[in-house]
């Protein structure tokens, strides 16, 4: 079953600031939908909207990056969650047809369908490249059967944008306007780098760019020296100069669906413009203060509020504010369940000695665990013997007649 999550404020009622939206049908703005390779797990999935957010400039916990309000950005930062019981065919058939086909075909005008298609932007880490390929093959066949030509579709699909990090998918032949971007180090994405190769991203970490342009330009490979960390926070360290060409592209991806709303004709993109986007962030490298500055001061996400340095410190102590609040609630849960387990096993052995033992020992037993208020006087009952005392002189009585005969 297909599950689709946004991002939004924290709040008291909502300290993850994550909220699942039941009627993805319903969804009428742009886009940037984060694809996890561990989409059965919460915190992987609601991690990557995080750092899909990041990459955009708006403000997390994490970091104040633009400082965009979230709520405000006329956009959504959305997940993709399956059940355990779905398997990777399942998952971009559940995802072309319960939500990607239906937004994009809410009219079927070809001019609409491109500026629909424009809204659509996914920003994938490794395998889950893999989901975005096998959904535009399936949309492919769709609009096909829709009665568009094989030019109107690739035409559509080019103002689909996808941003993967850390793939060694092959993306060779999609339609979507891509960037892929690597760590020439990372050897989960590539077997084996020669001296001369690494010798030569020294230069590659100032130009940065390796471009795999397709005959229509619209696929780019974009490749720097880093650590080999396979981790996708790597990629948005602020020692790398990897974050600032990685947030210009997709913010200014994310700010052409937004500015797409209120016009009539489509501002299109291509990969000439990708490519621009990301020369203007290489080159000699200034410091990624400086480049970052320049993303932010250039974007508005339509007019998009941004919060202040000093309201961001104050969210993020609110944010563990909130941290230590479901903590809190999680343990008076936790405690809450206990004492409710002991009481039922209190229980059970109270009945379990009022079944086996006499009316004296019964009172006796719990009167001194104190689990019981016997109606009689407790001096009375603890001045009373016990069944093993009975017993004892019982079994001494039975003795003594056994030795007089």
């Not at 009622?13 to 993805?24: R, V, W």
């Not at 969804?27 to 919460?42: M, V, Y």
């Not at 410190?313 to 609630?329: G, H, I, P, V």
Request: some cysteine; proline content about 2%; aromatic content about 8%.
């Amino acid at each position: 079953m297909l599950q689709i999550y946004r991002k939004c404020e924290k709040s008291l009622d909502n300290p993850y600031g994550i909220m699942e939206i039941e009627h993805p049908e319903d969804i009428d703005k742009p886009f940037l939908l984060c694809i996890s390779s561990q989409d059965l797990i919460d915190k992987s999935v609601f991690g990557l909207i995080k750092e899909g957010a990041r990459a955009a400039r708006v403000r997390t916990s994490d970091e104040y990056a633009g400082g965009f309000k979230i709520e405000d950005v006329p956009a959504y930062f959305l997940g993709v969650k399956y059940k355990m019981n779905n398997i990777k065919d399942h998952k971009s058939g559940s995802l072309l047809n319960d939500f990607i086909y239906p937004f994009l075909t809410k009219t079927k005008d070809f001019k609409e369908i491109q500026k629909r298609a424009r809204m659509m932007n996914f920003f994938t880490y490794c395998n889950a490249t893999n989901v975005y390929v096998e959904l535009e093959k399936g949309l492919k066949e769709k609009l096909n059967k829709d009665g568009f030509s094989e030019k109107e579709i690739d035409e559509i699909l080019s103002q689909v944008s996808l941003i993967s990090i850390a793939s060694e998918v092959d993306v060779s032949k999609l339609s979507a306007t891509t960037v892929l971007f690597k760590d020439a180090n990372d050897r989960e994405v590539y077997d084996f780098i020669s001296k001369t190769a690494l010798k030569k991203m020294e230069q590659i970490a100032r130009d940065a760019i390796i471009g795999n342009l397709k005959s229509n330009g619209n696929v780019l490979t974009y490749v720097y020296n880093g650590t080999g960390d396979h981790e996708l926070k790597e990629y948005l360290k602020d020692v790398n100069i990897v974050k600032s060409s990685l947030c210009a592209v997709v913010s200014k991806l994310l700010d052409n669906s937004i500015k797409n709303m209120d016009e009539e004709e489509l501002i299109p993109i291509d990969g000439k413009e990708v490519l621009k986007t990301l020369i203007r962030y290489n080159g000699e490298f200034q410091g990624t203060d400086i480049y970052l500055k320049r993303i932010d001061d250039e974007i508005d996400y339509k007019g998009c509020k941004k919060y202040t340095k000093s309201e961001h410190d104050l969210l993020c102590k609110l944010d563990q504010a909130y941290k230590q609040q479901l903590k809190t609630k999680q343990q008076l849960e936790n405690e809450t369940k206990q004492n409710q387990d002991l009481k039922e096993k209190v229980n059970l052995l109270i009945t379990g000695v009022k079944e086996k033992c006499s009316d004296v020992a019964f009172e006796q037993i719990v009167t001194q665990n104190h689990m019981w208020n016997p109606s009689k006087d407790s001096a009375s009952l603890l001045a009373m013997k016990t069944d093993r005392e009975i017993r004892e002189e019982y079994e001494k009585l039975i003795e003594e007649n056994q030795m007089i005969r």
